[in-house]
Structures are given as C-alpha cells and as structure tokens.
C-alpha cells in the first residue's frame, strides 16, 4: 500500500500573506527605482548602494571600514569598493584612526554631508506630497509597522 504525500496545511493569514508579500514586491520594485534618482541627486556618478553608506557615516561621523560593513550586513571588499568610489568623488574622506594609527576612519566631507542633506530634504518634501492625506496617526502606525518588519529582518541575518 503507497502512502500518499499529504497536502501542507494551509497556513494561518495566508490571503493577508499575499496581499502584503504583493505589495511590498511594487514598493521594493519602486523603492529601487527611485534609489537611482536619489543617487544622482547626491552625485551624478553615484551608485544607488552608496546612499545607505552616505547615512550611516551622517548617523555615526566617522566609522572604521569594518563597523561600516558589519553594520550593514555586507562584506567588507563591497564595502571598500564603494568608499574607493565615495572618496574618488569628494564625498567621504579617511583619516587615521586616532585610537588605532594603524587602521582608518571615514567620514563624510563637507561637500558629502551638504549634498546628503540636500537630497534628504527633497526627500522629505516627496514624502510630505505622496503622504499629504494621510492622517499622523496613519504615518505613526505606518512607521511602527515598517519598524518592526524591519527589527524582524535583522533577527534573519
């Protein structure tokens, strides 16, 4: 007698599942467009990836290559190809280490740091025009759950 495969069961929210799985795959898919456009804003011959790095160095002045790439979750000759092209525009800078002369520290540019802020700003001013009938309690909500999500993509690493 041949045993037959059981179906799965069917998991709990499923159609919420798919509703949510859906929708962040277009906002994912938008989001990387306009990572493009928000490079170009910074420098013209900036790589989308950079931006984070960009942030990060803002968040923290100035941090060793291996805390950078630690921090972000990529390895460390990614990392160092990025900020040879961020340093090769005038955006981060190095500098020796002041607790460690033999390791360095990067940090943004004064140059770097303005334009950063600048296209922050435009940022700002496209999320106050995409979200300008939305409710505080909404965008609270959508920030506490977006949040989360992002606290339960960290555990994965």
Request: hydrophobic share 40%.
């Amino acid at each position: 007698m041949t045993e037959q495969a059981s179906s799965p069961e069917p998991r709990h929210n499923e159609a919420a599942i798919d509703t949510l799985e859906h929708a962040l795959s277009l906002l994912w898919r938008r989001a990387r467009s306009n990572s493009h456009k928000v490079a170009r804003e910074v420098h013209p011959d900036m790589e989308p990836a950079a931006y984070g790095l960009l942030v990060l160095l803002q968040q923290h002045q100035a941090m060793r290559l291996t805390d950078i790439a630690a921090s972000i979750g990529i390895g460390k000759p990614s990392v160092s190809r990025q900020i040879v092209i961020l340093e090769s525009l005038g955006l981060v800078q190095k500098h020796a280490d002041p607790l460690d002369g033999r390791a360095q520290t990067i940090s943004l540019t004064p140059a770097g740091s303005q334009a950063l802020v600048k296209t922050q700003a435009a940022r700002k001013d496209l999320f106050h025009t995409l979200l300008e009938g939305w409710g505080e309690d909404e965008l609270v909500q959508l920030g506490s759950l977006l949040n989360k999500l992002n606290e339960a993509y960290a555990r994965e690493r």
